[in-house]
């Protein structure tokens, strides 16, 4: 797809001033249009909620940027990462229907995976044997009804579930929180080079940032958004992230099961009303609320 100079203008405001999500929505609600921010008069951008003077002045000089950009997407585009942003009528509905869509993400790999129905399994990244097993075979299970499993490239049980997939002849998305030219974690590469033959790569960061835990965690609504469903499949005492995309699952109004991995006593996510799949076969219950 050929980028527009609104394309480059969003890039700009994300990568170069800053804007996030939330404050690309308040721009938007009141400028309407991407160049129109650009072309307001000097003090207006400063004047609405979360900016300051020294912020529009970010702003407007992150258009400069717009030569290098273009290289650098053009770049991009011939080692086969491409960029969609929330003005492309191909923006993925699913992911604008959540509270803040991300303005623009990275991609590599089929596209048309985001427009199947998909199941997010997660879970802790310092999993049993037996969750990374019970991963496996949820994904490949899945799979093998043509749903597109879901998950973040983390150690653990988000490798299981991408490697079940993979392994059913399945799509898999996987939803990072880093850069397509950094993959996180390192040992993953190889598995996120096989998804993106047999799936989709998907990222809001820049090609090449370093990971922080705020982009690992923000990918969760991302995760969440593209699912219709979500399965945790086992939570440890350190999963912060799983604990992040449970929320994030109450929060959109997702449906959520628990595996039967982690139905023991104890189990935080027993306290939250998850639908249980306490027997090997459950997780052909999930399927009902993919209509």
Not at 168 to 183: H, P, Q, R, W, Y
Request: glycine share 10%.
């Amino acid at each position: 797809m050929e980028l527009t100079d609104q394309d480059i203008a969003l890039v700009a405001l994300r990568e170069y001033a800053s804007v996030g999500p939330r404050t690309f929505q308040i721009l938007m609600t009141h400028f309407g249009e991407v160049e129109k921010i650009f072309d307001s008069l000097p003090g207006e951008i400063a004047e609405l909620p979360r900016m300051s003077a020294e912020r529009e002045e970010q702003i407007r000089i992150s258009m400069e940027n717009a030569p290098y950009i273009r290289k650098r997407l053009s770049n991009l585009h011939e080692r086969g990462i491409e960029l969609t942003t929330i003005l492309h009528l191909n923006y993925p509905q699913s992911l604008s229907e959540i509270a803040t869509p991300p303005p623009l993400f990275y991609w590599k790999g089929d596209f048309d995976a985001l427009r199947g129905n998909c199941v997010a399994i997660v879970g802790s990244h310092a999993a049993s044997s037996a969750g990374i097993v019970e991963a496996v075979r949820l994904g490949k299970m899945i799979s093998a009804t043509g749903a597109i499993v879901v998950s973040g490239l983390a150690r653990g049980i988000d490798s299981g579930a991408h490697l079940g997939s993979l392994k059913g002849d399945g799509k898999t998305i996987a939803v990072l929180g880093c850069g397509l030219e950094d993959i996180y974690p390192p040992e993953n590469m190889a598995l996120a080079d096989n998804i993106a033959k047999q799936g989709l790569l998907l990222t809001e960061s820049p090609p090449d940032p370093e990971v922080s835990v705020g982009r690992l965690m923000a990918r969760n609504r991302l995760i969440v958004g593209l699912a219709r469903s979500v399965i945790v499949v086992e939570t440890t005492a350190d999963s912060g992230g799983t604990a992040g995309a449970i929320t994030e699952t109450l929060r959109q109004g997702k449906s959520l099961f628990t595996c039967f991995n982690p139905n023991r006593k104890g189990s935080a996510t027993n306290d939250i009303g998850a639908v249980q799949l306490a027997n090997e076969d459950d997780w052909k219950m999930v399927l009902q609320y993919m209509v």
